[in-house]
Each structure stands twice: as structure tokens, then as C-alpha cells.
């Protein structure tokens, strides 16, 4: 396979970047304000992963006022065990309790001890195992507060970024929904080196193996598809329908080649 290394890097470059749906250029007030919405944003809501580097982006982000609040949702779900595993692989992050912890008991606790943000400011969901109950249990907890943003920022594994969105515009689709932002910590870039894949910036902060990164983007195409196989309204009606684009889908086709072992079954 190494021969066709390069535009397998180039493939799933296309399906990543796909994935991340970045809507903002940056973590800033300015790049809110450059989709049209008023800046700070009413609402942050970081959705529990294994990534570190969005912590290191949302703790930036708060400094700068990017937004008015910050909401972490995250139980106990299958990304529970990466995140403790990248935690104590960290060696910015040493001391802290994780067993028995909740996502967003241990994402906060980071951002409190490690990058100084007030953990009383941040609005913790600690219930929800997956995508589609982070959304659901997100607006249960706003509405016990009594809030309602206008407009909300969502960050996620970049892998998960586009079905976090679909997830959130399906739960809130009943009513008069927020102005929901995309706002992946980057987007994931992958290269040939040698025979193997490697990542562009590989120094970023608890990214994934390259086998993890693969099985994550080759399972996320099956699972936006709206068809009875998919989570879109055709299907098992966990999201919002999602358009994906010709070329996604031809990328995503080569990848089944060297990858169609790595697929992760919708569940």
C-alpha cells in the first residue's frame, strides 16, 4: 500500500475535514462575529472526548470571550477510557482523580486546576453516554436553568464534530432552535511518511493512534447516511439529516479499500 500512501492521506483528509465541519476560523469573539451572530456567544458547550487539544482551546477561548458561559456534557460513555488514558499519559495533567469521574467531572477539573478557569462558572451534564443524549441531556439542563441561547458553540472530537451538530439540530428541532456553531479544536491533517500514516502536527495534545483516528473516521460516513442503515430520519433518527457531498462519498469509497476492516458498526 505504500506506493498509494499519498492519496490515501489525501482521502482521508477529505473525510476528516468533512467530519470537523469547521464553521469558525478560530476560537475568537472576532470569528463569531464573522458568521453574522453577535459576539461573545451566549453559550460554549464542550461534549466529552479523549482530545486534549480542545481543552487548551476552550480554556483560550473563555480567556478571549468567546462566549458568555461554558457547558461540559459527558457520563460515562465508550470515549471514557481514552480520555482517562490520554489524562495520565499527559505529563501537564498529573494528580488528578479519574476513576469512578465522569467526562465532564474530569474535563473540568483540568480546565479548573490546570488552566485556570472557575469551575463554579462552568455548568456541568454528567448523565448522557453518547452523542444523542449529550444533546438531549444539554437541553434538559438549560431548561432547568432557565436558559435559552441564542447562539451556541459546539466543540467534540473533530471525528464527531459533524454528528454532534446533526444531534443537537435534531433535539432542538421542535422548537425555534439556536444558531448552532461548529467549532472543532482543529482539523485533523494526515500524511504519507515512508510506508506509514503520520500526523501533519503530531505535537498537538492527546491525539489519537493513527489505528483509533482511522476506525473513528471510516465509522462516521455509515452512521450520517440517511438511509435505513444510518442515524438520519430514514434511518434510526438519532440526528438531523445531514447532506454528504459526492466527493465525501468517493473518498470515502478508495478508503473501504485499505480500511474496509476498520469500519466500526452503527450501534
Known sequence: MASDLPHTAADLNTVARFLAAPDLTALTPAAVAEQGHAAPADLLVLLGNAVLATLDAV????????????????????????????????????????????EAEILRGLLARWHGLDPRSILVETQSTNCGANAEQTRALLRERGLRPADVLLMQDPTMQRRTWASFRRVWGDERPPHFHNAPPFVPTVEADGDALVFAEPDRAGLWPMERFVSLVMGEIPRLRNDEDGYGPAGRGYIAAVDIPPAVEAAYDRLLGPFGDRVRTPG
Open 59 to 102: 480554556a483560550a477561548g473563555m480567556r478571549a470571550g468567546v462566549a458568555e458561559r461554558l457547558l461540559i456534557a459527558g457520563g460515562r460513555g465508550h470515549s471514557t477510557r481514552y480520555l482517562r488514558a490520554a489524562v495520565r499519559a499527559d505529563p501537564r495533567y498529573d494528580g488528578l482523580p479519574l476513576d469512578d469521574r465522569a
